[in-house]
């Protein structure tokens, strides 16, 4: 038999309270008074309802005010990254306004500027009226020169360039182009001494000869054509006069047109007759045949027989 309940008496007034059924689930115990609501143990899985961490301080140096000032502005910003401080910014404005108190810069020309304008931009800046105002005393000017540098002022004039400028520019030009007409002459005498040297070497005791077998070719052409031609060049800038090749070449053509010239003295008339004299006085040595013959017998024997054989062709030559 189970003990008897104790029954507590309810207070004067107060309702006794229903005793529990056995199908009635026991309440949830209340939370322990000692464990605070803040250590409890957060839920695991999804912590989008917790709150983001603090940013953390951005450092107070150049490079992160000069991107607030720039304030999104790319141009700005690179314009501020060319100084390495705020101090560099203040001393290039203060450079930029002591130069303009001082009249160092002046206003562009306006785009689109009226000749009036124009006219008072240019006399406010310096620049001469006219293309010829330009000063450039003291450089020299050849006849050859003089049209190229009008050309050239009338440009730069139309650019508004400041005189000091421009006379800088045209005595640049003008050592410059001295310069190298100095290295081509030496470059020329260089290869006048290595052509006439081989030439020399080529045509031996006939140099002077067919020299100026080339002179009277070159006499033979129209007037200038032949000091223009020895005047000239070939493609790679060498002196017709210096070039082994072509002085050969023009050499063989002159005697070509010429072929008793290296034969036999005199032109023309006389050398015909020179050609016949000589041949007849061979012929005459060939018909002796003693011993005592020059041109059967002896050193030069071969030479006489030679020469005979030479004349025969060059006379045949002569004939077509």
């Known amino acids: 038999?189970?003990?008897?309940?104790?029954?507590?008496?309810?207070?004067?007034?107060?309702?006794?309270?229903?005793?529990?059924?056995?199908?009635?689930p026991a309440p949830n115990?209340?939370?322990?008074?000692?464990?605070?609501?803040?250590?409890?143990?957060?839920?695991?899985?999804?912590?989008?309802?917790?709150?983001?961490?603090?940013?953390?301080?951005?450092?107070?140096?150049?490079?992160?005010?000069?991107?607030?000032?720039?304030?999104?502005?790319?141009?700005?910003?690179?314009?501020?990254?060319?100084?390495?401080?705020?101090?560099?910014?203040?001393?290039?404005?203060?450079?930029?306004?002591?130069?303009?108190s001082a009249g160092e810069l002046t206003a562009p020309l306006p785009k689109d500027a009226t000749p009036e304008q124009v006219a008072d931009w240019r006399e406010a800046n310096g620049i001469p009226v006219e293309p010829t105002g330009y000063d450039l005393t003291g450089?020299?000017?050849?006849?050859?020169?003089?049209?190229?540098?009008?050309?050239?002022?009338?440009?730069?004039?139309?650019?508004?360039?400041?005189?000091?400028?421009?006379?800088?520019?045209v005595k640049w030009n003008q050592d410059n182009a001295a310069a190298i007409l100095e290295a081509r002459r030496?470059?020329?005498?260089?290869?006048?001494?290595?052509?006439?040297?081989?030439?020399?070497?080529?045509?031996?005791?006939?140099?002077?000869?067919?020299?100026?077998?080339?002179?009277?070719?070159?006499?033979?052409?129209?007037?200038?054509?032949?000091?223009?031609?020895m005047a000239g060049r070939l493609a790679d800038g060498t002196p017709i006069t210096s070039s082994p090749e072509a002085l050969r070449w023009l050499a063989s053509i002159a005697r070509e047109m010429n072929p008793t010239a290296t034969l036999v003295p005199g032109s023309g008339n006389n050398a015909e007759q020179s050609l016949a004299n000589e041949k007849a006085e061979l012929i005459k040595m060939s018909?002796?045949?003693?011993?005592?013959s020059e041109y059967w017998h002896g050193q030069k024997a071969a030479k006489h027989q030679a020469r005979l054989l030479e004349l025969n062709a060059l006379e045949l030559k002569m004939k077509r």
Do not use: C
């Not at 029954?7 to 309702?15: E, M, N, S, Y």
């Not at 020169?145 to 400041?162: A, G, M, R, T, Y």
């Open 1 to 24: 038999m189970a003990d008897a309940i104790a029954d507590t008496p309810a207070p004067a007034g107060a309702a006794a309270p229903a005793a529990p059924s056995a199908d009635t």
């Open 29 to 100: 115990p209340a939370p322990t008074p000692d464990t605070p609501k803040g250590d409890a143990t957060p839920p695991s899985g999804d912590d989008k309802g917790a709150a983001p961490a603090p940013d953390a301080p951005k450092p107070d140096d150049w490079a992160t005010r000069r991107e607030a000032y720039a304030n999104g502005d790319e141009k700005l910003s690179k314009r501020l990254a060319r100084y390495s401080s705020e101090k560099d910014v203040v001393d290039a404005l203060i450079a930029a306004q002591n130069k303009i």
């Open 139 to 169: 450089l020299e000017l050849g006849e050859v020169d003089k049209p190229i540098v009008d050309d050239f002022l009338k440009l730069v004039h139309s650019k508004n360039l400041p005189p000091e400028t421009v006379k800088d520019i």
């Open 186 to 229: 030496a470059e020329d005498a260089r290869l006048k001494v290595e052509g006439t040297a081989a030439l020399k070497e080529a045509w031996g005791s006939e140099f002077e000869l067919n020299s100026s077998l080339i002179k009277g070719l070159l006499d033979t052409a129209p007037k200038g054509i032949g000091d223009g031609i």
């Open 287 to 292: 018909g002796d045949r003693s011993k005592n």
